[in-house]
């Protein structure tokens, strides 16, 4: 008995001392993300793009002539005392020097990493982080944004759907989305957008995640019979069900989905049988022919890494690490914060496709060299028909009218 | 075991947390996990009178502890109410919702008294979420993300200074534990007991069934209420995301791990518990496996928690001390 005391007290102690063990000469890098609970997937996503540039910059010499040394943290499912946590955690507790994370809690990630100094990349895509950064720009001055908000996502997706050279049967659309802050947001702007240009919201509905089962709201979208239905769930398996159930009895309906046809799983499950659904991806690497060969050696190496196309977010996390050591770089100095994120908020960083900038609210707007990616499913592969904004075709891709319209 | 001895060990156990501050006090991290801590013990012995005293399964205890949460900040945010009154409505309002949601479960038995409640857990999303909660300054689905500070005697209290809202929410966390204790050494608590071991025999000695039961969901409401709104004020912020079963969770594991029934061992649950979640953290995904693993291991090494492993230790040493031992 005393033995098995003795074992478990030592265990606690190694574990309690982990962390402090390798404090060698590194740069330690704080990557919150979930790696339990329901967004798993998404911190998967994040977490190949963040590891892929960190190895790199290792394999590369390091930065300033030291590794870096990941420190990671479970965010779990973003509850407020979670991420208040991680923030205690990674900048006070680990001394991190930034902290490199996706989706993280939505402005409560504003808030917690505000009350440091070190850089904070994330991925919210989020209007309400954005008016918490309103509140105080010197004091949340750290918090670097990798994507345009829901709102703007919003208005890009209805402008490529306007564009589509797609002959529709009436005005009518239907539109579904979740109700978390993401799927509000969107679902609210492109309601008000169908309305401000004539079009009948002929249905909306907000489900909650786990829905699985579409019978009663496809009955009421097959009597609708509407020109575009747009699902915004980021969750592959209300997608993927919603798709298999609508495709029973399809209606003459372009299908978006939005931000939701980025999960892995959509793509991995549905192949060639999702080919006419279209979404997009904001801070995307369009492709499946990347840009420039610059950009497209980016994708040759992650596919060769990963086995699969990047999916959303990992391009613009892996570009998060990338700018941040570049100002570290160009300051001299991983521990100068303040000057560290003067130097990121005033040149940007340079990338694949081109400049990333942070605008006043410290936000890659979408636009430039950095937009937004309007894909369609052709042949079981994502391919990028529209980039946006400016809305205009991408490469020689073209649209192509989904095989369930029937004109 | 006797009030004496349950207060002994709260003592002894409040005594050695209170002094932690003076060596982890700028260790920020630390600090957060120690009030977390003392937030969740308070919830996790409410939840065991209710369940563990007096043998309802309700499941609405962190539905009550997020209704209190919403309840005050939305005071406190849109109506500008100081927080020292928010938190007392809070209270006071949860105290009216246990009752509400108490009265259809005492007409019904275990299992479905566990739906009922668990009902309630699962509304409170929605409801929180769509147009009656914005209507009602919920934030919506981004929830409440400037939640205004405690201020009391012109002091602030808040997530930015640790080690005075770590005292505050000591004398919260005491102050609870106590009136907890004293309810459950009273007649009341004989009461609570009586009714769960068999409701037939202690009605026919006088015990108002309705009323105890009524009662117990009143008083622990009240208090999760009050120490839910505590946390938001603490937190600075809400999401309904606090209702995921990620949290419901690490609650029952608290009771678990401290002793279902064996007040105060939800005390002691709730912090191994927290500390042990924290330790394995850097374990990611397999963080919840060995979680799972050791409750099962204690539910079959340890039916009674610590506090049973405690008694035992307590009993065996009483046996081997010569002074206890009569002589022939």
Known sequence: ?407 | MSWKRMAAIMAVFYAVVGILPLFVGDMRFVMHILIMCLIWAVVASCWDVIMGFAGIFSFGQVAFFVAGAYCSAMLAYHLHIPPVWTILIAGCFTGVLGVLVGLPCLKLAGPYVALVTFGVHMTLTPLLRGKIGIAMGSGGATGLLTIPPIQLFGWTFSSEHLVPFFYLTFAVTIICSAIILIIIKSFWGTAFLALKDSEEFATSLGVNAFKYKLMVFAITSFITGVIGAFYGHYVGMLSTRMLNLDLFCTLMVMLVVGGIGQFPGAILGAFITVTVNELLAPLGMYRPLIMGALVAALVLLLPEGVIGLIRSIGSMWRQNDPQTIPSS
Not at chain 1, 276 to 293: D, Q, R
């Open chain 1, 1 to 407: 008995m005393r033995k098995l005391q003795f074992a478990v007290f030592a265990l606690a102690m190694c574990l309690i001392t982990a962390p402090g063990a390798f404090a060698a000469d590194t740069i330690k890098v704080g990557v919150p993300l979930a790696m339990t609970g329901s967004y798993t997937g998404a911190g998967e996503n994040y977490w190949q793009g963040i590891k892929m540039a960190i190895d790199e910059i290792n394999e590369g010499g390091g930065l300033l002539g030291k590794q870096l040394e990941v420190v990671r943290f479970d965010s779990k499912e973003y509850a407020p005392e979670v991420v208040m946590q991680g923030a205690d955690y990674l900048c006070g507790q680990m001394k991190v020097a930034s902290v490199q994370a996706g989706w993280s809690g939505w402005g409560q990630d504003v808030r917690a990493y505000g009350k440091y100094d070190q850089p904070f990349f994330c991925d919210d895509g989020s209007e309400a982080a954005v008016q918490v950064f309103r509140e105080d720009p010197e004091k949340y001055g750290n918090i670097f944004q990798l994507t345009d908000t829901g709102i703007n996502q919003a208005k890009s997706m209805f402008r490529v759907l306007m564009a589509l050279p797609q002959k529709h049967h009436n005005n009518k659309v239907v539109i579904i989305n979740t109700d978390d802050a993401w799927g509000t947001e969107v679902g609210d702007t492109m309601v008000e957008s169908f309305k401000e240009k004539g079009w009948d919201v002929a249905k909306r509905e907000t489900v909650p995640y786990g829905t699985i089962e579409w019978g009663p709201i496809l009955t009421q979208i097959r009597k609708i019979d509407p020109a575009i239905i747009h699902v915004e769930i980021p969750s592959s398996q209300e997608v993927i069900t919603f798709f298999r159930q609508f495709m029973k009895a399809p209606t003459n309906s372009v299908l978006s989905y939005g931000w939701s046809i980025v999960p892995r799983e959509v793509m991995d499950t549905l192949g060639k049988e999702a080919d006419g659904l279209i979404g997009e991806m904001p801070t995307a690497m369009p492709g499946p022919k990347a840009p420039n060969a610059k950009a497209q050696a980016w994708v040759d190496k992650f596919e060769k890494l990963y086995g699969h196309s990047p999916q959303g977010g990992s391009w613009a996390v892996y570009s998060g690490v990338m700018a941040w050591a570049n100002a570290v770089k160009a300051v001299g100095d991983e521990t100068k914060f303040k000057e560290i994120n003067k130097y990121i908020q005033e040149h940007g960083y340079v990338g694949e496709t081109g400049l990333w900038k942070w605008d006043a609210d410290n936000v890659v707007r979408a636009g430039g060299d950095v937009p937004v990616g309007h894909y369609q499913v052709q042949n079981g592969q994502l391919v990028c028909i529209y980039t946006d904004p400016p809305t205009k075709p991408y490469a020689d891709y073209k649209y192509q009218t989904p095989p369930w319209i029937k004109n």
